[in-house]
């Protein structure tokens, strides 16, 4: 019984066993919307670059020539379609391991119970609570400073104790579904044979909940490790610009590691 518990959490865990192939930092909160991009520290905005080309530090507009206008736009292409990236991989990360303990409920409570559907609902509203957390509407994000080695620190806090705690009440949910079956079970067998039965099935069920994620968490690491390659590419970009602008060279927001 408590192997097949194990089981769980490691396909839980899994995606961030695979992902780790590089670390990365942001020494910065980011604000993206669909017309400007911030770097705020403290509360407060240090950089801000409107459109593609237009840039401000610390409130006064930079007058930049075509080379430098070419570097910020790449840097603010970069930075919109990497942010919505790390939201996309945590969730997903997240959304791999749930389904495999609703999955394990439905397996033992039948489809659609009202144990499974009240654990899903659970799990609905992590997962919107967690999405709009980091991007409020369309378009629309917000990413604070925070290592990305292992994406396990988006979710430190609260969103880490909620899925610990929707955890523990699946295991429940199953323990509590796997005594009820035995109960029923009218089968001519002893209860410690029964019981060596079931947790023999039980076993099983999370072997093949196990080779069935692995496929998901595979892909999901290779996305996070894609991720990491186009912010070290990004980081490359920002260091020209600070060589480029003067300015700009005491605000480093990406800091990359190759492990």
């Known amino acids: 019984m408590f192997k097949y518990t194990l089981s769980l959490l490691i ?7 695979h992902a780790k192939q590089c670390s990365v930092h942001f020494n910065y909160g980011v604000i993206i919307d669909p017309d400007h991009i911030r770097m705020i520290d403290h509360g407060q905005t240090v950089i801000q670059i409107n459109g593609t080309t237009q840039l401000f530090v610390k409130g006064r507009e930079q007058v930049l020539n075509t080379e430098q206008q070419q570097l910020i736009n ?3 292409q970069g930075i919109r379609s990497q942010v919505p990236e790390i939201v996309s991989i945590a969730i997903e990360g997240v959304d ?17 119970s009202a144990s499974q559907q009240k654990i899903q ?6 997962k919107w609570r967690i999405r709009t957390r980091f991007n409020q509407s369309a378009n629309n994000y917000y990413i604070a400073p925070q290592d990305f080695a292992d994406f396990d620190d988006i ?7 909620e899925i610990e705690e929707i955890i523990s009440d699946s295991i429940g949910t199953i ?10 079970d009218d089968s001519s067998y002893g209860s410690e044979q029964r019981l060596a039965t079931y947790d023999d099935r039980i076993e099983t069920m999370g072997k093949d909940l196990e080779l069935e994620i692995s496929a998901s968490t595979n892909a999901l690491a290779q996305k996070a490790e894609a991720f990491c390659l186009k912010l070290s590419e990004l980081d490359k970009v920002e260091s020209e610009i600070h060589r480029s602008i003067k300015a700009l060279k005491q605000f480093n927001l990406i800091e990359t590691n190759k492990l």
Do not use: H, P, R
């Not at 791999?96 to 659609?112: F, Y």
């Not at 979710?155 to 104790?161: I, L, S």
């Not at 323990?175 to 029923?184: C, D, R, T, W």
């Open 175 to 184: 323990l509590l579904a796997v005594g009820e079956a035995m109960i029923s």
């Open 121 to 126: 609902t659970k799990f609905d509203e992590l």
């Open 74 to 76: 790449q840097f603010t």
């Open 96 to 112: 791999i391991g749930l389904k495999a303990v609703n999955k394990a409920i439905g397996s033992l409570t039948g489809e659609n």
């Open 155 to 161: 979710f430190t806090g609260e969103f880490e104790q």
């Open 11 to 17: 396909a839980f865990i899994c995606f961030n066993s």
